[in-house]
């Protein structure tokens, strides 16, 4: 089993940068394609961003594609997501996930989940 816990939330202003990690417990972190997820008050939650086990492969949402980047340390158990330029849209809480499933942008492709971090980008 894995537990996750997000963290590097917070407010910032249109056009800024943030940078959110993901901490995972137990031994089998790296055995798990990991991603993140984001959701909007009264919205789905939605794909963000996706990390293959080995961190050689990364696949984007094209809403943040280009912005947006991804990555892993199966060494420290953690994965980040470092958000450039962002947008009043990109306001929503952050969720990381791990799954067995890759690429995957489905939420049920993935088997654990972090209770979230709030991001809110200010116009």
């Known amino acids: 089993q894995a537990q996750l816990v997000e963290s590097g939330g917070g407010l910032v202003q249109a056009g800024g940068s943030l940078r959110l990690s993901c901490l995972a417990s137990?031994?089998?972190?790296?055995?798990?394609?990991m991603g993140w997820f984001r959701q909007a008050p009264g919205k789905e939650r939605e794909f963000v961003a996706a990390?293959?086990?080995?961190?050689?492969?990364?696949y984007y949402a094209d809403s943040v594609k280009g912005r947006f980047t991804i990555s892993r340390d199966n060494a420290k158990n953690t994965m980040d997501l470092q958000m450039n330029n962002l947008k009043p849209e990109d306001t929503a809480v952050y969720y990381c996930?791990?799954?067995?499933?890759?690429?995957?942008?489905?939420?049920?492709?993935?088997?654990?989940w972090g209770q979230g971090t709030q991001v809110t980008v200010s116009s």
């Open positions: 996930a791990a799954g067995r499933v890759y690429p995957a942008a489905g939420t049920r492709d993935y088997d654990y």
């Open positions: 990390v293959a086990w080995n961190n050689l492969y990364t």
């Open positions: 137990g031994r089998t972190f790296g055995v798990y394609h």
